[in-house]
């Protein structure tokens, strides 16, 4: 990603405090407001400093945040209620954002990608279908 190194520091260091408010998260409402300025980040460098590798990042973190919210907004997380366990859903999204995190900061274009290939994974379990393919086991989250 070619992006000034003082954007890269505060890309890192923002991601650093939405992991550690995600951790002290008490609800899962809480967990998936904090989750929000993953991809508002991106979004405010990307005013100074635009790069593919950003949109493709606030992309794919919105796509996630916003069918996360959809379906919890529906059916309240109640385990095993049209969407992959909500305890286990979070850990993941919790768990994204670390990857995510080590991988902007590493520079490496192939942990980007991987980490945004699990939010996209995360972000289908949330459909009918995607739920359906996980209880299936035919999906990992």
Known sequence: MSILDGYRT????????????MAEAKSPGDLIYFFSAAFGVMNRIMNFDCDPTLV?????????HQAV????????PVPGEHMATPDEFLAKMRHLISTLRTAIRDD???DIYSALESAAVLTYATT????YLYLTGKLRV
């Open 108 to 110: 490496s274009k192939e």
């Open 128 to 131: 009918g279908n995607g739920y």
């Open 69 to 76: 919210q959809a379906r919890f907004a529906a059916n309240p």
């Open 56 to 64: 493709f990042i606030h992309q794919v973190l919105q796509s996630l």
């Open 10 to 21: 505060m890309i890192v260091d923002e991601l650093a405090e939405v992991e550690k408010r």
